[in-house]
């Protein structure tokens, strides 16, 4: 069975900064995605960045960026110049590449981007 | 294109009664999942469909809950009789098939009281 841990279960910093949120996960696959999702008050989740495990280099869309290290199976997500849009949960997520039973989810880190 | 729609949004019942929440994937999409999310936590895997075939419903109590995907389009899920502790958000997701990234509903928040 996966594991997924988000360490970090909130972190606030002011808009326009950088931060990382760290998810660490543990399998026994060599194949798989990860994923990161938002999910706002609303409630509804949203992709953020997704990653193939057998891809060396690291996923981006616009300001979101991981650094993934599959030997140490670390999977964190960057965000640069943070927007007060960005508040909501992140969850870190891991799927099998073979036979996909669904998504393993962390417990997420609740991120607030301050004024 | 639309996303994944699901109904209702909150739903309030009493223990023992029963319960059904309703389902529609994005068109084209194979695969369904629903998902249980307590509060504070990442969501759980309930079952999984591929068309209209339930191909992983392990971690569905099958003591009171069900679920069906007719036609393998839209599906249902259904808590006969509710308890307290099912008090949580039901998310839906679908996927172009097995594998590929899953897009989620807005979720139904059920409280049983």
């Known amino acids: 069975a996966q594991t997924v841990t988000q360490s970090q279960p909130e972190m606030s910093v002011q808009e326009a900064e950088t931060v990382t949120l760290s998810c660490t996960y543990d399998?026994?696959?060599?194949?798989?995605?990860l994923f990161w999702y938002k999910q706002p008050p609303s409630r509804q989740m949203i992709l953020v960045i997704r990653?193939?495990?057998?891809?060396?280099q690291n996923a981006t869309e616009n300001r979101f960026s991981v650094n993934f290290q599959k030997a140490a199976k670390s999977f964190s997500l960057k965000i640069s110049d943070s927007q007060l849009g960005d508040t909501a949960m992140y969850f870190c997520?891991?799927?099998?590449?073979?036979?996909?039973?669904?998504?393993?989810f962390g417990k997420g880190t609740h991120l607030i981007i301050q004024p | 294109e639309a996303g994944v729609v699901q109904s209702p949004r909150y739903k309030i019942i009493e223990k023992k009664q029963p319960v059904a929440f309703w389902c529609n994937p994005i068109?084209?999409?194979?695969?369904l999942y629903w998902y249980l999310q307590n509060l504070g936590q990442g969501p759980e895997l309930l079952i999984r469909?591929?068309?209209?075939?339930?191909?992983?419903d392990s971690q569905l109590p099958k003591d009171r809950f069900s679920a069906e995907r007719l036609k393998g389009v839209d599906s249902t899920l259904k808590i006969q009789p509710a308890e307290l502790g099912d008090s949580a958000v039901y998310l839906c997701?679908?996927?172009?098939?097995?594998?590929?990234?899953?897009?989620f509903g807005p979720g139904t928040r059920l409280t049983v009281l």
């Open positions: 997701a679908s996927s172009l098939e097995t594998g590929n990234t899953q897009y």
């Open positions: 399998t026994s696959e060599n194949n798989y995605y």
């Open positions: 990653q193939e495990a057998y891809k060396q």
């Open positions: 997520a891991f799927m099998k590449q073979k036979r996909a039973d669904g998504l393993t």
């Open positions: 068109s084209g999409h194979n695969t």
């Open positions: 469909y591929e068309n209209e075939e339930a191909v992983d």
